[in-house]
């Protein structure tokens, strides 16, 4: 999800110094160049963006600061689908569907768990800030309300990884993660109907792998799905630090490139190439894990979304890297065929997280609060 859901094409080096010697080595020497220039600072962003919460301001400022941690939940391609309202003693989460992607996401379903992505990381803020919470989650209307409270402040581990999760979408080292550390990553707290199922023998992977690669032959055989990708892939710098979301290429480890050269080479992709690819970082992973939920609405999507970002964050506080692989998920022809591969029984897939060990990757920005508030 973030960041992208899954989908951003694995760009390597190597592939893209091809393309850029066909086009002119002056011609993107010239360009890499101009992207390097000094005002172009985007580590000073990143910066900004991920700033340690400021818990000592007023309380008008300090609901802002409450949301932009809120922001920095992981989402589907980085469209950050979200608007926030504050209200008397509350803050309001609602969807932001200018932002939806109506072809990888035709139900909203990846839209709702970014909101409840969102709503953890609002809660954990909220709590460190000094306030209760009383979450009312959406029934007729599309408003997540969060009532607040003057409390005593509330740390935890996991608000301290805020700033410091990733989807680290590279290949991992292979290394098989500690029986302690899956423990706790096991025991993580639960929402009402949702289940989390892990998956860590090499029997178990490969018959994830099955249908990833089933999602990757039929998502990028589709116009439409290539052309939503490319709508949310930031190829430089340039392009990244102007809209503040999308997919930014750095953010996978590939340099960047001009939008027409990094446009090519996106939809001239063969569907086997990007299931290779995917098929390699799901095997160098320790394992992965399915979020799914008893019902498939808009409150069980939003209790997945609070579980994977709970997930997420323990996960770095181990130093455990993780990424989304959904096709399995956001192809509904065999969405069900997964369910039933994998033994869910009647509990619906949503979410499917591969985790290892890795170096860090570049961040992804965040648009700044004044963004997003209604």
């Known amino acids: 999800m ?12 190597r592939d893209f110094l091809k393309l850029s010697a066909a086009a ?48 920095l939940a992981p989402n589907g391609h980085n469209t950050q689908p979200w608007k926030f309202a504050i209200t008397q003693n509350a803050i309001e989460i609602y969807p932001d569907y200018t932002r939806r992607l109506p072809v990888v996401d035709p139900d909203n379903r990846e839209m709702w768990i970014s909101l409840g992505c969102a709503l953890e990381n609002l809660l954990l803020a909220a709590a460190a800030s000094g306030y209760a919470a009383n979450v009312i989650y959406p029934d007729s209307t599309d408003a997540i309300t969060v009532n607040l409270t003057k409390d005593m402040p509330r740390l935890s581990p996991l608000f301290d ?31 009402p109907g949702v289940v989390l199922q892990f998956l860590t023998g090499t029997n178990e992977i490969e018959i994830a792998l099955e249908y990833v690669n089933q999602g990757n032959l039929l998502q990028y055989a589709d116009t439409k799905f290539v052309n939503e990708l490319i709508e949310w892939l930031r190829f430089n710098k340039k392009e990244a630090l102007k809209s503040r979301d999308g997919l930014y ?14 446009k090519s080479f996106v939809s001239g992709t063969k569907p086997q190439q990007q299931a290779d690819l995917d098929a ?13 939920s008893e019902t498939d609405d808009k409150v069980g999507w939003i209790r997945t979304g609070q579980v994977y970002e709970r997930l997420a964050l323990q ?24 369910q039933n591969a994998i033994g869910l029984g009647n509990a619906k897939p949503q979410l499917l997280v591969r985790f290892g060990y890795a170096e860090a990757l570049v961040y992804s920005l965040r648009r700044p609060v004044d963004e997003v508030l209604i």
């Open 2 to 13: 973030e960041n992208k859901t899954n989908h951003q094409r694995s760009l390597s080096r």
């Open 24 to 71: 002119g080595v002056a011609v993107a020497g010239g360009y890499v160049l101009s992207e390097y220039t000094p005002w172009l600072n985007y580590d000073q962003q990143i910066e900004n963006d991920r700033r340690s919460l400021i818990t000592s301001k007023p309380e008008s400022s300090q609901m802002r600061e409450i949301i932009r941690y809120a922001t």
């Open 161 to 191: 990884m805020i700033p410091i999760r990733q989807n680290t979408r590279s290949e991992y080292d292979g290394q098989p993660v500690n029986q302690g550390d899956l423990n706790l990553l096991q025991m993580t707290q639960g929402e």
């Open 249 to 262: 290429s750095r953010c996978s480890g590939n340099p960047d490139v001009p939008r027409w050269l990094g």
């Open 280 to 292: 390699k970082k799901l095997r160098s992973s320790s394992g992965a894990v399915v979020i799914a």
């Open 315 to 338: 996960m770095t506080a181990l130093n455990i890297k993780s990424a989304l692989l959904n096709q399995p998920i956001e192809v509904a022809s065999i969405r069900s065929q997964f």
